[in-house]
């Protein structure tokens, strides 16, 4: 390449500041090998580069790849490094912000929207048990001073006081600054929350105490007990540790709720072995793979990124991915999945997707996103908690004002004393944690067993299904059609129409168009190149071919085309009763023959369909095929409702009309004539093995492509829905309990006042224990 823009005298230096040796590649910043074949002129410089694809890349942009500065992050900054960790709320996903902080409107520590193997201790929970553990020995020295000071010689009245609130200070004003600062933050910006009633809780505590201790003569003489005003320090501090101890545990507890997503990024590999163009062979980053590289994948090693089969055989286990126990055979021209495992023979691969596009990467995406989303059952809790905080704040200050009007002698001590447990009982943050947590652990562990939930709502919306549509080409058969037969008129003779047939469907995607051309292949027929290609989304295809205007699709396309297919319907019909598709085809508006191919069951369909239908779970399939073919492929099935020749609209207007009559409607396809029932439905429902406009327009998407995800998606929709509930029915019971106590309705029955730091271990308790419940879902059995 030899763009030189005049002669410079000077030394050129090499992209990171320093004389090129030609060892490293200035796109990528991999070490490359001096005798590579990849290399470029420029400016009189040698330059080497790890692949043609960086080479043409450079070739394209020389000096933004020769920048100083580009080179050095390079070389400095791995790719997933480049940008800043993006941090987020669990219980408001639309919180964002690089790096680590508090959410402004609940307060609770953000964390990486995206997690990484790599992860460091959660900065939030490493500030809170350093203030913990240094402050617990003056908590327990205040508390043992409170409980016992009165029977010590040396502290007699205000002497006690004065000792407690030197003791007691550095626990409230350093351990419990987070509190305060939330609280603040939190009236600030309009938004009550826990930390609004921590921060007054222990506020209201330690000042009365302060107060006491300073200007004891304020107060009332009925205040003085054993020559002192009685103080609560002790309360302060103990609720302070108390809430420390409880935001660790529940910092720890939400840490495992990203375990799933972890397990998934330690699936793939970090390096793979590429096969260059001169047949040698060297181990390179994983981040280093482009589309086109060649790679060989040994016994024993994960393939590294999605692509296809050139050479050898051998099985491999895409349990990790798809659910699926048993490894399947990959012969020549089959996919494969990065981060699954190669088994035994030696495989050498094309790489076709790489980085962000692999299934893995999108698996991951997938997950995170149902993981930051809000199941409808969370509206209820945010619309409770909103007005909950202004609630309790009112509460406690007619707790205040009752004791000390009506309550016995000190009544306003017994006041200050129930307002503030109350204030710190009926903290909300079991209330907000309860859907969050249920949904992370489930949307993980459906990862794991092959199925994505793209959001909340769908777990939720899943369980209540009552009528499932399938279509049957990908869904309830292979997807993997194998050719069958070809008929002609008496006009055209039958290899003619194959090669018509193939010719106009070397533009097509759906799976019958490629059993067709392959065989048409396998025959050594020629193909022409179509002129004019148009998709007829979901009927069949129409084209130009050699100056000659083609139709290829079913009846219906036909019907649109105004073609008759009257000579050839009767052994269309006789074909159709073996579950054989049939597709016509029509030259310059007259039918010219038609093409059979089959499609076989999917082993799992009957025992999937059988399982559903045991549920109350309609199943009704909806197919573009010919009616007679669909029929026959449900009655093996037992599938009663069958339509047959659906257009895409008449899917959609399928779902509409059922949902007209009140049935809750799941669509499960894999084409891009599914996309518009599959928005339209309830929950749509995508196999993984179909396409990306599929997979983009449904709720959920099964890795594998079979119905009996289905199933398991269904099993850990019913139990994440329990697993909310419960959490919600104990964050409210706990509250609806609690407050009365703290309250001290119940002191003219038992004579006892629920004290501060009962309060303050309850509201601890009650927050991790909502999170340990919804990891219990991790261990839902789901097969």
Not at 395 to 421: H, R, S
């Amino acid at each position: 390449m030899n763009t030189a823009s005049g002669h410079h005298e000077h030394d050129h230096q090499h992209p990171a500041g320093r004389q090129n040796d030609g060892q490293q590649d200035p796109v990528c910043g991999m070490q490359v090998n001096p005798d590579s074949s990849h290399s470029a002129q420029y400016q009189g410089e040698t330059y080497r580069f790890c692949s043609q694809k960086c080479l043409d890349r450079f070739h394209a942009e020389p000096t933004r790849y020769l920048d100083p500065q580009h080179a050095a992050e390079q070389t400095e900054q791995p790719p997933e490094q480049a940008e800043a960790t993006e941090y987020t709320c669990p219980m408001h996903p639309q919180i964002r912000q690089p790096g680590p902080g508090v959410c402004p409107i609940c307060g609770m520590a953000l964390e990486p929207l995206m997690p990484t193997l790599e992860e460091e201790e959660n900065p939030e929970l490493k500030d809170f048990t350093r203030r913990f553990w240094w402050t617990l020995p003056l908590t327990i020295m205040v508390t043992a001073l409170a409980m016992a000071g009165h029977a010590l010689p040396l502290f007699h009245g205000a002497t006690q006081n004065w000792v407690e609130l030197v003791i007691a200070t550095p626990v409230t004003l350093w351990a419990g600054w987070p509190f305060f600062a939330r609280g603040l933050a939190s009236v600030r910006q309009r938004s009550p929350n826990m930390w609004t009633l921590i921060g007054l809780g222990t506020a209201a505590a330690y000042l009365y105490s302060v107060a006491a201790t300073l200007v004891p003569q304020i107060f009332p003489q009925n205040f003085m007990q054993d020559g002192r005003i009685g103080v609560y320090f002790e309360a302060a501090a103990v609720i302070i540790s108390l809430t420390l101890l409880g935001q660790m545990l529940e910092l720890k507890a939400r840490s495992q709720t990203s375990a799933a997503i972890k397990s998934l990024l330690g699936l793939a590999p970090k390096t793979a072995r590429r096969i260059n163009s001169d047949g040698q062979e060297e181990d390179i980053p994983l981040t280093h793979v482009h589309q086109g590289d060649r790679l060989r994948v040994r016994p024993g090693e994960k393939v590294p990124v999605d692509g296809k089969v050139l050479e050898g055989e051998s099985a491999v286990d895409e349990s990790m991915l798809t659910g699926e126990p048993v490894p399947v055979m990959k012969t020549p021209g089959d996919a494969l999945i990065g981060a699954t495992l190669n088994a035994h023979g030696s495989l050498v691969m094309e790489a076709q997707k790489v980085g962000g596009d692999t299934t893995l990467a999108q698996i991951v995406q997938m997950v995170v996103r149902a993981q930051r989303s809000k199941a409808p059952m969370q509206r209820l809790a945010d619309t409770v908690a909103g007005y909950f905080v202004v609630g309790v704040i009112a509460i406690a200050v007619l707790t205040l004002f009752g004791w000390g009007l009506f309550g016995p002698e000190p009544g306003w001590v017994f006041g200050l004393i129930n307002a503030v447990a109350v204030l710190i009982i009926a903290c909300p943050c079991a209330l907000g944690l309860a859907t969050p947590m249920s949904i992370m652990v489930a949307t993980g562990k459906g990862a794991s067993n092959g199925v994505l939930f793209r959001d909340a709502s769908a777990i939720e919306n899943l369980r209540k299904i009552d009528t499932l549509i399938v279509d049957k080409t990908g869904t309830l058969t292979e997807g993997r059609p194998v050719f069958h037969s070809v008929e002609g008129t008496q006009q055209v003779e039958p290899d003619e129409v194959l090669r018509l047939a193939a010719s106009l469907d070397q533009g097509s995607e759906h799976p019958l168009a490629h059993a067709i051309v392959e065989h048409a292949r396998a025959a050594g027929l020629e193909l022409a190149k179509p002129e004019q290609f148009e998709s007829g989304s979901g009927i069949g295809v129409r084209g130009q071919i050699e100056g000659k205007q083609i139709q290829l699709g079913n009846s219906a396309l036909m019907e649109d085309a105004g073609v008759d297919i009257g000579p050839l319907q009767d052994r269309a019909e006789q074909l159709r009763a073996d579950a054989v598709s049939i597709i016509y085809l029509a030259v310059d508006g007259a039918l010219a023959g038609l093409l059979a191919v089959s499609d076989p069951i999917k082993p799992t369909s009957k025992q999937a369909v059988s399982k559903l239908q045991s549920k109350a779970v309609k199943v009704i399939m909806a197919t573009g095929d010919g009616l007679t073919t669909a029929r026959a492929v449900a009655k093996q099935l037992g599938i009663e409702e069958v339509h047959g020749e659906v257009k895409p609209q008449d899917k959609e207007r399928l779902v509409a009309a059922l949902q007209a009559q009140g049935r809750r409607v799941a669509m499960a396809g894999d084409g891009i004539n599914d996309a518009p029932a599959l928005a339209r439905a309830e929950v749509g429902i995508a196999m993984g093995t179909g396409t990306d406009v599929a997979m983009n327009s449904a709720q959920v998407t099964l890795v594998k492509g079979d119905l009996m995800g289905i199933l398991r998606a269904r099993t850990l929709s019913v139990a994440t829905v329990k697993n909310m509930r419960q959490n919600l029915g104990f964050a409210f019971l706990y509250n609806a309990m609690g407050i009365p106590l703290a309250a001290g309705l119940l002191y003219p029955l038992t004579g006892h006042l629920l004290s501060p730091m009962i309060a303050a271990l309850a509201m601890s308790v009650s927050s991790a224990s909502v999170v340990f419940n919804a990891l219990r879902l991790r261990r839902v059995v789901i097969d």
